[in-house]
């Protein structure tokens, strides 16, 4: 039997694809692909955190913080107007570095 979704899963999911779209829109011309790879959020939903991917990867000395802050304000408005809440959660950002991680395994595994 499989498992039904819950609420905060549902909620990260719905945060994580309006973020996606508003990202691609936004800052897709001057960095290439970005997408939300996940969003977690703290079981009352007040804040969270959303993995934000880069195509091609951004430099090390690349601050998401600082090419998230002019947005953060658009973002809650997006996020209230596409997913019904009574609170929008605080949303700090991070680069998803799974896809880093498995890249180097398969090279590992590869020279086995």
């Known amino acids: 039997m499989v498992k039904p979704y819950s609420r905060l899963e549902q909620i990260s999911e719905a945060i994580a694809h309006e973020l996606s779209k508003y ?4 800052l897709g011309e001057k960095y290439g692909i970005v997408s939300c790879a996940r969003v977690e ?29 002019p947005y953060r304000r658009e973002i809650t408005s997006i996020i209230r107007k596409q997913v019904p809440l009574k609170w929008i959660p605080t ?20 020279k086995l």
């Open 23 to 26: 990202l691609q829109k936004e």
């Open 41 to 69: 959020l703290e079981s009352d939903t007040k804040r969270g955190i959303a993995y934000l991917s880069f195509f091609p990867p951004l430099s090390p000395e690349k601050n998401i913080s600082d090419i998230i802050r």
């Open 91 to 110: 949303i700090d950002y991070t680069i998803d570095s799974s896809e880093q991680k498995a890249d180097r395994m398969y090279k590992i595994i590869d």
